[in-house]
């Protein structure tokens, strides 16, 4: 922090970047260092260009907040560039955000640490070439029960994402999700109530805020993840209490187990017998007026000003 107490912090929010992911990045920016402003802080925001290291070097700033959605943003690289600048920054280091980013790894943690998750298969686009798909895609369906998830192995904002219902939408599905990413992960649908739970740790350990349910008309794709009226919220979600505590302590557990810092987001299903699904996590967790976090935050009756600049002075401590 700066040398005389009473000066705001400053903070140095990353956003924006070459991802599909770009304009929630930037969203998500915004929206931050208004809340920042408003709490008293400093915060100013930079695009991820050629100039990043020597601005860095040359404002010092006592915190930087990377906000940087997809790959460059979420899979460690951007972190380890921090950490080789010497600057402090808010959430996950490279290896937490490395677990985290890549969906297959994250969940093989979770399920060694006694998580459920749904039944998978990951598959890289260069086996589909060498053994055929028809021949690959074939082995999937007798292994895995319809319906199935097609995604991106590392991605988000459900970008490159397929529902497949019928053995014949598969294929369709694959090449979707190989336009977001070079290997995809096929999982057994769950049915029930798809929640989003963030956890926030200001220095006294990791809780969860309450879990927001999302309920959509369609699937939770893209457009109904950043466009206002294709997607209900209910916050706190519409479930009994001991359920409500289970998705909680799953939400927890994956900040815990993948080695996360003060915040996070798990999404997650629970199912009609009321057990928490592990399906992924997010070390930076979109901030934009429709995003699942500030929603978390409001339904704790939290002020997001107050808690951002919380978060900031605890990323700013290292």
């Known amino acids: 922090m700066s040398e005389h107490s009473a000066d705001p912090l400053d903070v140095f929010i990353l956003a924006g970047g070459l991802s599909h992911e770009r304009e929630v990045s930037v969203r998500s920016g915004r929206r931050v260092a208004e ?23 040359q404002a010092r700033p006592d915190v930087v907040w990377p906000l940087l959605h997809g790959s460059t943003g979420e899979d460690g690289a951007v972190r380890d560039l921090l950490s080789l600048a010497d ?11 490395r677990s985290t980013w890549f969906k297959p790894v994250a969940k093989s943690l979770m399920e ?56 014949a939408e598969l294929p369709q599905a694959m ?18 109530r798809e929640l989003a739970v963030s956890v926030i ?24 993840r950043y ?9 706190p979600a519409r479930l009994t209490p001991e359920q409500l505590d289970a998705a909680h302590r799953l939400a927890v557990l994956a900040h815990q187990q993948l080695g996360l810092a003060q915040l996070s987001r798990t ?5 009609d017998a009321g057990t928490p699904w592990f399906l992924e996590s997010n070390v930076a967790p979109g901030m ?31």
Not at 36 to 41: F, K, M, V
Not at 203 to 222: H, K, N, Q
Request: charged letters at 20%; aromatic letters at 6%.
């Open 175 to 192: 090449v979707h999700c190989f336009s977001y990413g070079e290997t995809a992960l096929i999982e057994q649908a769950i049915q029930g």
């Open 112 to 167: 060694r640490a006694g998580a459920r998750t749904p039944a998978s298969v990951t598959l890289p686009q260069s086996l589909f070439r060498q053994v055929g798909a028809a021949a690959v895609l074939g082995r999937v369906l007798e292994r895995l029960p319809l319906p199935l998830v097609v995604k991106p192995a590392a991605g988000g904002s459900a970008l490159g994402v397929t529902v497949v219902t019928e053995a």
């Open 267 to 271: 999404d997650l299903i629970v199912d």
């Open 227 to 235: 466009n206002a009226g294709r997607t209900e919220y209910f916050a």
């Open 288 to 318: 934009t007026e429709t995003s699942l976090f500030p929603q978390a935050v409001h339904a704790a009756g939290l002020s997001t000003d107050a808690l951002y600049l919380d978060l900031a002075r605890e990323g700013a401590r290292g």
């Open 87 to 97: 600057v402090a920054f808010v959430g996950s280091d490279s290896a937490g955000a």
């Open 35 to 57: 809340a920042l402003r408003a709490a008293g802080a400093s915060a100013t925001v930079h695009d991820l260009d050629a100039g990043l290291l020597e601005h860095l070097q």
């Open 201 to 224: 740790d200001t220095g006294d350990g990791p809780r969860a805020l309450p879990a927001v349910e999302i309920v959509t008309d369609g699937p939770y794709d893209y457009d109904a």
